[in-house]
């Protein structure tokens, strides 16, 4: 794990981490919207300053009486942590001391009830890169409703819908399981009728 750690300084490969503020939390409200989101990259080079762009908007997001959400991103040198209920926990503890309203993480499976516990604010679920090899449909509808269950308030599943072959009928059916209760299996038919 530790050469992991220092694997992810000496080459650098998640310079998407060193992002910068573009609004401040007067512009989005101004723009209609209700929440703003910050993402922080914990144990990179750019560990502090994400820190203090959450940090920025945090004070400003107060001001401005709209919500925010912090991301806890991992990149790709470290998306091992993912699965990481410890780093998770902390993770979003650290984003919750920073002013958090909301956090979105990952369903990491054992131990994500106490990432959730822990976090003591509503937690929406990343969906990440589907594995390869599965049927991307019902491993998207497993993970939206496995997170459900074990207390997330909702899921954030970008490129998971957009990337999909049929966005239309996957974003229907991942409704289906977060609002109305849904089972995949259940989803799953709600998708195929979709498609057609």
């Known amino acids: 794990e530790w050469f992991r750690y220092l694997d992810s300084f000496l080459h650098e490969p998640d310079t998407i981490a060193n992002e910068k503020l573009i609004l401040s939390g007067e512009n989005v409200a101004q723009m209609g919207c209700a929440a703003a989101a910050v993402s922080v990259y914990l144990r990179t080079k750019y560990q502090s300053s994400t820190l203090n762009n959450f940090a920025t908007m945090s004070r400003h997001a107060k001001k401005a009486g709209i919500a925010l959400l912090g991301v806890v991103a991992v990149g790709d040198a470290l998306g091992y942590l993912e699965k990481d209920s410890d780093f998770l926990t902390r993770a979003s503890a650290i984003l919750v001391a920073h002013g958090a309203d909301m956090i979105k993480t990952y369903n990491c499976g054992a131990g994500f009830e106490r990432v959730i516990q822990t976090s003591g604010v509503p937690v929406i679920v990343a969906g990440g890169k589907a594995p390869k090899g599965v049927d991307e449909t019902l491993d998207s509808l497993n993970l939206a409703y496995d997170s459900i269950q074990k207390g997330a308030r ?42 057609g």
């Open 154 to 195: 909702g899921i954030d599943f970008g490129r998971r819908v957009w990337r999909h072959k049929h966005p239309v009928a996957m974003i229907q059916a991942l409704r289906a399981v977060v609002h109305d209760g849904s089972t995949p299996e259940q989803a799953y038919k709600l998708f195929e009728q979709v498609r």
